[in-house]
């Protein structure tokens, strides 16, 4: 019978559609094998809960009757979450990108009844604007098309496979070396907006990965330029409108150069990401700014974001009310009804709101008219001024709330907090990246696999590689944060779980989809650059990171494989594999600093002199009396030296002497994470 089949489903984005005209399949079997039974084309939509255009598209299209009658009539239509399955949104996307289209969401593709792509393209109007056509249109070409003239579609469809499945097996590139790397950070910098930050240019979206290698270049090769480019790109984007001066958290990207306009959807992934940055960044440089906007990110991810058990929630939608960012803006008079007068006059100053706004006649809360933060007793008071309006918004009709949980995006929040948990003292934190990882380890688990996505205790995606890579960082952070061996030994089962299930033999690197991933009609095999970080890139420093604390060569010459496997497309496209040219750092010089308490003193004098420098990719231990089993067999069996507080630092098989002394750990740290 046909109908509407999306009410069986758990995710936020496919429940929006169960009750349009159109009848909606899930991707699954039974979707492919209707359209083998039927003959007729795939109409394959792909989007997210948060995405502002996908909900423009299906008020204008999924909602109207004569469309949904054109779709029915002429396709099978099947829903996608990319959230759920990122497997699938990656082997479309790809074909999008093969037809020289730059992709976005929603994504529109046409596949054959074997579900092998032919033609696509990303948002469709009703009627015809800006030179696209209508989407009935393009539907009745397209079908009449895949009836006359088969051979056209069959040839687009074998093109498309064929470019799909290639292996990057155009022979090997260029070894990473640090003079590359030295070169590509020097490049980087140049690529970053001087006054504003970010990459020049608009609309600016954060690019951890990006942001990522330049920090850890400018660390490395003591490149100022580098560095102060990262840091202003944090302080901008921290006092500009794309992050929420009220809740916390940053916004998905801005659509303008000055980061004031964001595109309002709140991520998990992001915020993850910039904290992350946002905590190795404050070790070099103490920054009050970074300082606090961590604590109110994380306060926000504690306060909204969290689910029942302990996982994390994947998004915030950009509309409430069918209107983008109407739960975020302001007018003056609202500031005042909340504030009064005098205390209104204050906040509107320092957060710019004005009469005509910055937004469709209201204001997008921002201080980029400022450098930094005010003294500290402005700080306070504009901190409870804050707490009445967030107050107040709270009796707003809220954004939707995507409480899907995601392994890999759990994965980055989860490091994210251990680590900055220990860096800024917030033991609560550590707590909550342990309550998470519970979560996923006990609730989104199956026979030792993962599972991608979980609901309401219902979970049908597959995992994917990058579930792995980023539960394995989870895994190591909190080994890191904690000293419990149980964190190292879970991520030593997750490699092995890759190995087994994920690994290219032929070629090496790690495909997306597992081997026994059924419903793919390609398993991708990529390093490049994403919003999150890809697998491989991810799995560099993984395996890196095993190989220095267990001394186990097998891990590095693994990582080796990876870099290598991917050489030619590193040549080929340095600044499209910027994540795994970080990754390569720890590669060339994985680094381990080890503190040993004493008898006569804790090891806290020395643990804050680790924590007040940055040391990007390294591996930091706390450990009572002796070293144990840890790291290159010149470091084992080491303990405290003459029962004081003492610490190691190693990089590669070579480890220093004791080092008891702040004085002499700091240089030692600055000697060693860097060459001249």
């Not at 995710?11 to 991707?27: I, K, T």
């Not at 909550?432 to 205790?457: I, P, Y």
């Amino acid at each position: 019978m046909s109908r509407n089949r999306l009410g069986d489903e758990t995710s936020p984005y496919l429940l929006q559609h169960r009750d349009n005209p159109v009848h909606w399949w899930a991707w699954g079997p039974e979707a492919l094998a209707e359209a083998k039974r039927t003959g007729k084309p795939i109409l394959l939509s792909i989007g997210y809960s948060a995405c502002h255009w996908c909900h423009v598209m299906a008020h204008e299209s999924f909602e109207d009757e004569v469309t949904a009658r054109v779709m029915n009539d002429h396709f099978v239509s099947i829903k996608v979450d990319r959230e759920e399955r990122p497997d699938i949104d990656a082997i479309y996307m790809g074909a999008l990108h093969r037809l020289g289209q730059q992709g976005g969401w929603p994504l529109t593709m046409f596949l054959d009844s074997e579900a092998r792509p032919f033609w696509g393209g990303t948002y469709f109007p009703k009627v015809p604007t800006f030179g696209r056509p209508s989407f009935v249109d393009v539907l009745e070409r397209l079908s009449d098309i895949y009836r006359n003239e088969p051979e056209k579609v069959a040839g687009n469809a074998d093109a498309l496979m064929k470019s799909l499945a290639e292996q990057s097996d155009r022979g090997a590139g260029p070894r990473v070396t640090d003079q590359i790397l030295r070169e590509v950070t020097m490049r980087l910098a140049r690529a970053v907006d001087p006054v504003h930050g970010g990459i020049a240019g608009a609309p600016k979206f954060p690019q951890w990965s990006f942001f990522w290698l330049l920090w850890r270049g400018a660390i490395r090769y003591r490149h100022e330029p580098a560095k102060a480019a990262v840091v202003k790109t944090l302080e901008r984007m921290t006092m500009g409108g794309i992050y929420d001066h009220l809740g916390g958290g940053f916004a998905r990207y801005s659509v303008d150069e000055l980061w004031l306009v964001p595109h309002f959807e709140k991520m998990l992934y992001d915020n993850a990401l910039l904290i992350d940055l946002m905590t190795e960044v404050w070790r070099e440089t103490q920054s009050p700014l970074l300082a606090e906007r961590i604590a109110e990110t994380v306060d926000w991810i504690a306060r909204e974001m969290v689910v029942e058990g302990g996982g994390f929630a994947s998004a915030l939608d950009a509309d409430s009310e069918g209107e983008e960012g109407k739960f975020y803006v302001w007018t003056p008079e609202e500031i005042d009804e909340v504030l009064g007068p005098d205390d209104g006059a204050v906040f509107k100053q320092a957060y710019d709101v004005t009469p005509e706004g910055n937004f469709e006649g209201h204001t997008i809360l921002n201080r980029l008219h400022a450098e930094g933060l005010g003294t500290p007793d402005e700080e306070a008071r504009l901190r409870k001024l804050r707490a009445k309006l967030l107050a107040a918004r709270s009796k707003r009709v809220r954004p939707g709330w995507d409480d899907k949980v995601l392994a890999d995006w759990n994965g980055l929040m989860i490091a994210a907090l251990a680590r900055a948990g220990v860096v800024l003292d917030r033991s609560p934190w550590v707590t909550m990246a342990r309550q998470a990882f519970t979560f996923v380890t006990e609730k989104m688990t199956v026979s030792g696999r993962l599972l991608h996505s979980v609901r309401h205790g219902a979970g049908r995606a597959p995992a994917t590689a990058t579930d792995y890579a980023n539960m394995i960082w989870a895994a190591l952070r909190l080994y890191q944060a904690t000293g419990e061996t149980g964190y190292l030994e879970q991520a030593v089962r997750w490699v092995e779980i890759l190995d087994e299930h994920y690994w290219a033999k032929d070629v090496a690197g790690y495909f997306t989809a597992a081997d026994d991933t059924r419903d793919v009609i390609v398993r991708l095999r990529t390093a490049t650059d994403d919003a999150t970080p890809s697998a491989n890139a991810t799995m560099v420093s993984n395996l890196a990171a095993i190989g220095t604390v267990t001394g186990e060569q097998r891990y590095f010459e693994r990582a080796g494989s990876i870099l290598e496997a991917f050489s030619s497309d590193l040549a080929q496209n340095l600044g499209g594999h910027t994540g795994l040219l970080g990754a390569a750092i720890d590669v060339l010089a994985p680094q381990l600093v080890v503190l040993i308490e004493g008898e006569e003193m804790s090891g806290e004098s020395l643990n804050k002199v680790l924590k007040q420098l940055s040391v990007p990719g390294a591996i930091e231990l706390g450990t009572k009396g002796s070293v144990g089993d840890i790291g290159p067999s010149a470091l084992r069996g080491k303990s405290a030296d003459a029962g004081r507080a003492t610490a190691y630092l190693c990089s590669g098989p070579q480890c220093s002497l004791p080092i008891t002394s702040r004085n002499a750990l700091r240089q030692l740290i600055i000697d060693q994470r860097s060459i001249v």
